[in-house]
């Protein structure tokens, strides 16, 4: 019986070990390669487009005749309101939409939310390609 035993656990341990990747190749860094390139790949096209995944609040949405007016209406109670604000209006078919801020994130997004939601109580957060913040110069 402890015969068969040793055989058993030298028999598994040799299999254990024969496990190789049949092209060959050390895959052990392969999936981060791979999330490397990508990353490579999504920061050269932001850096082309000049925009980045972010956040805005949006304050307004309307069709019709007169979505056009009470857009720039919209935007126009926000400068005065809040004058270091970016401003956005959009028109996606068949909607105008006007949308504030540069969130980097989540949270950016809700405090920006609970501060405008005074003036505009149906305003929600949207994802949306935002401008990236300037770098800051290195200090000397």
Known sequence: MRITCIALFICMAGAASAQVNPTGRDSSNA???RANRLLEKYVEDCQRKGTVEGFRVQVFFGSGVQA???ANEAKSKILVKY???PVYVKWESPNYLVRVGNCRNRLEAEKLKHEVSVDFPGCFIVKDQIEPAPEAEPQR
Do not use: G, M
């Open 31 to 33: 999936p981060t390669e």
């Open 68 to 70: 056009k007016n009470q």
């Open 83 to 85: 004058p270091d604000l």
